[in-house]
């Protein structure tokens, strides 16, 4: 459709689809929208939101027929023994019936009272001409008006099929992998239909493989949006919640399971290699010679979501991870995002991601041991992350990050303290010489969470508290010869520690008005580590903590690309339950996109021992995605903990305050400092000689407690948030036009996640506005603002720029 003349045509019979009401079945102008067509832009361009939403409104019977006719073209065409012939059954006839479905869909589903009709029309049973009997007849499509046509033809001639959603779903995925279409030619006599790679895909993409500098400001490349579209497609699988059934059977996402299921080293060293040359293109950067030639990849965030998901599902893999050390490289990439990221409001959710992703590695213990190692890779870190001046190891550099993310994102991060802290928490006991501005960061945490501003500032800030301390305690417990010098700063702290003990509502109100006067006569702004405007969800419900370690031990070798376990082999299989199951009279996704879900993220459990654990019931896993069976929908965030309204009283302090850890710290405090005092040491300065005191001490009355695990659970408000995540990613990308694609959800009304407007942009050198585009987008304009219709204005602003979109992952 080159000429001016085709896509007036085109356009006027876009304009008739809303107009005409009942438009016949069996009219030829249907054909029209897969023959007029010659390209993706042609429809997404000429077709515009408008013209979809006024037929929607005013014509739904004619879209109906559309579909109808669109879909029933696409299963001829599948089964037509001469496809992909470009005479006899073209493939731009099924390119463009596909186009056309992708541009009416997305406002079919965002008008909330089109959901009995879309579940009616889609997923109801049907009945249909049989193929043969359709083309002999040359019907132009064989569903349509079935009681219409059962008076001309006899009723052996109808059969039952599957629903429209099913059958449309099958066929696309056959041509994902049809001969001489999207794979190459077979043998004579072969299936039409192969299941085979067609292309390297999510893992083996090596953005680094182009020749030519500044390739990411100058070309499209259709290998990244491949990889961008195959991978949301598997993170959208691994994460759709399969509805109950109505048996009552628990229902099971078999992506999951059998992602679960992957057990051969070579397979995990696969994943981990495609993963981590992906995510590591920034780091890259540094090494080249010509500035700016390694971009960021812009699928990183859903890079980091599968291999969240991969951790998540598959118990063999975090083994591997940690048993090989190649988490140790994670480790860095997922602070170097965290940090990236923080200050930017559209990529919240995946900061918030990174935090549960390293709490996920956290929990097993061999984990926390290798963080020991050394960390000699600071002098090649982006500018971003690097921390000036580091020497120590892996655990030293993630606490100190964790601390910078806390004390540096100005309270935009306060729903993941629980998570950053959780992850201290579960490595503390495995700490081994950390150095002393590790020390130093984590007294500067206690000194602002243990300050009256912050512990009066809502009713869960004290759970924090708890938790830092608790992590002190462990190191304390379990390395107290090895960590000398964290015991020696928390002898220094002593003052903050025994006024804890004393805390009361009036010295707490007294000290903030004491401080506040101080900065008032000194003229000072507010404490930098002052978190007291913070309000995080409360760490609640001490429930559930889950089993540590497994290994790749007594796996068995296979041939096969990325073997699978037995089905029967439960007993080595992670069982996860689905990531959200929803009632069966409710559609998930609309159920779950009326919820405001910005600051649901999974629960934090508190850590319990194993001992306790073995208490449990058996068969609790840990991240545990299982859910009621109540939908989304009917959850909201009343219950969670915020500072509007608090007001603190003695009551409420007496019911947290005895239960805080404070034993081993007071305890190490009171004998330290008498040992000292003996001795004639210091303990304003760490000498040597102090250091060898404390190192040699034999204290009394502490005793190492059981190590704890503090794992997190799964809402259903929390799967909310992270359904939206995954889709805003989508969303996102797709926005990207000058990257190839054609922003299927453009205009759209988007309600999973909150997309907020920006102001348009000018000419750029990833945006060149040169004299082609300049004609290019003034044909489009001109054409676009014919009025057809009689009707002033019937496009207006057609040729105006839009404000860009984001998809805001902040939920």
């Known amino acids: 459709m080159g000429a001016s003349d085709s896509k007036l045509v085109f356009k006027k019979g876009i304009f008739r689809l809303s107009e005409e009401r009942h438009i016949p079945a069996d009219d030829p102008y249907w054909t029209s929208f897969w023959e007029l067509p010659e390209s993706s832009e042609d429809i997404f361009s000429l077709f515009a939101a408008a013209d979809v939403r006024r037929t929607r409104d005013n014509a739904i019977e004619n879209l109906e027929t559309l579909i109808l006719a669109v879909t029933s073209r696409l299963f001829i065409l599948r089964h037509h023994p001469s496809f992909p012939d470009p005479e006899i059954a073209p493939e731009r006839d099924a390119l463009n019936c596909i186009r056309v479905l992708n541009r009416i869909l997305p406002f079919l589903y965002e008008a909330d009272h089109l959901q009995s009709w879309e579940e009616k029309f889609f997923w109801g049973a049907r009945r249909k001409r049989t193929r043969r009997s359709a083309i002999a007849n040359e019907v132009l499509f064989d569903e349509a008006q079935p009681e219409e046509v059962e008076a001309k033809a006899p009723l052996d001639e109808f059969e039952e099929t599957k629903p429209l959603a099913e059958e449309l779903i099958d066929t696309l995925i056959d041509l994902l992998f049809f001969s001489d279409l999207t794979v190459p030619r077979q043998p004579h006599g072969s299936p039409k239909v192969t299941y085979a790679i067609w292309q390297s895909g999510t893992l083996k993409y090596n953005p680094a493989s182009w020749r030519v500098p500044y390739n990411t400001l100058v070309f499209k490349d259709p290998k990244e949006i491949l990889v961008t579209y195959t991978l949301q497609f598997l993170l959208v699988v691994l994460l759709y919640p399969i509805p109950e059934q109505i048996a009552g059977s628990t229902p099971k996402n078999y992506y999951r399971h059998f992602l679960g299921r992957l057990h051969r080293p070579q397979d995990f060293q696969f994943i981990v290699d495609g993963m981590t040359r992906i995510l590591n293109q920034p780091f890259q950067t540094n090494t080249s010679y010509i500035p700016g030639t390694q971009a960021t990849t812009k699928f990183s965030p859903e890079i980091i979501m599968l291999f969240w998901e991969t951790t998540q599902c598959n118990k063999r893999f975090r083994a591997y991870m940690i048993d090989t050390e190649r988490a140790h490289d994670f480790v860095i990439l997922i602070l170097f995002y965290a940090t990236e990221y923080k200050a930017d409001a559209s990529k919240q959710g995946v900061v918030r991601m990174c935090a549960f992703l390293l709490q996920t590695l956290s929990v097993e213990q061999k984990f926390g041991i290798n963080l020991n190692k050394a960390f000699d890779g600071q002098d090649l870190l982006p500018a971003v992350i690097k921390i000036p001046g580091f020497r120590g190891s892996y655990a030293d550099f993630l606490i100190q990050s964790i601390y910078n993310l806390i004390t540096t994102s100005q309270g935009k991060l306060s729903a993941i303290y629980p998570a950053l802290l959780a992850v201290i928490n579960n490595i503390a006991a495995s700490l081994q010489g950390i150095n002393t501005i590790t020390c130093t960061k984590l007294m500067q945490l206690f000194s602002s969470m243990s300050s009256p501003s912050f512990l009066l500032a809502n009713d869960s800030n004290h759970d924090l508290l708890r938790s830092l301390l608790e992590s002190m305690n462990a190191i304390i417990e379990h390395q107290y010869k090895a960590n000398p010098y964290f015991v020696y700063s928390v002898l220094k702290n002593k003052k903050r520690f025994e006024a804890l003990r004393s805390f009361t509502l009036e010295s707490g109100q007294e000290e903030i008005e004491r401080r506040n006067r101080r900065r008032k006569e000194d003229g000072q702004s507010t404490d930098p580590f002052d978190m007291s405007r913070t309000s995080v969800d409360s760490v609640r419900s001490p429930t559930t903590a889950q089993p540590r370690t497994a290994t790749l031990s007594n796996v068995p ?71 009621s069976t109540t939908s989304l929908g009917s959850y909201s965030v009343a219950g969670q903990s915020t500072s509007g309204g608090f007001e603190p009283s003695a009551h409420w302090i007496e019911s947290w305050l005895p239960e805080l850890p404070l034993h081993t710290a007071l305890t190490v405090i009171q004998q330290l400092t008498a040992l000292i005092t003996r001795q004639g040491l210091s303990a304003e300065s760490p000498s040597n000689a102090t250091l060898k005191a404390i190192r040699d001490a034999d204290l009394v009355g502490i005793e190492a407690s059981p190590v704890r695990v503090h794992s997190f659970e799964w809402s259903p408000l929390a799967l909310g948030w992270y359904e939206s995540l995954v889709w ?74 839009q404000p860009a979109q984001t998809g805001q992952s902040n939920a």
Not at 577 to 601: F, G, I, L, M, Y
Not at 729 to 752: D, H
């Open 728 to 801: 805003s990613f989508v969303f996102a990308s797709e926005m990207q036009l000058v990257k190839g694609t054609v922003g299927i959800w453009n205009g759209t009304a988007i309600k999973l996640f909150r997309v907020q407007e920006t102001a348009p942009e000018g000419p750029t050198l990833t945006s060149p506005r040169g004299a082609v585009d300049a004609v290019g987008s003034n044909i489009v304009s001109r054409i676009g603002s014919i009025n057809l219709r009689g009707a002033p204005g019937a496009l207006g602003g057609a040729s105006n720029p």
């Open 557 to 627: 070798e296979e041939d096969s690309t990325f073997a699978i376990g037995d089905d029967e082999d439960d007993s080595d299989d992670e069982e996860r339950p689905t990531p959200a199951q929803s009632s069966p009279s409710e559609n998930p996704s609309r159920a779950s996109s009326v919820v405001d879900v910005d600051d649901a993220v999974p629960t934090q459990l508190r850590g319990m021992s194993e001992k306790a654990r073995g208490k449990m019931p058996a068969g609790i896993p840990s991240f545990s995605r299982q859910n």
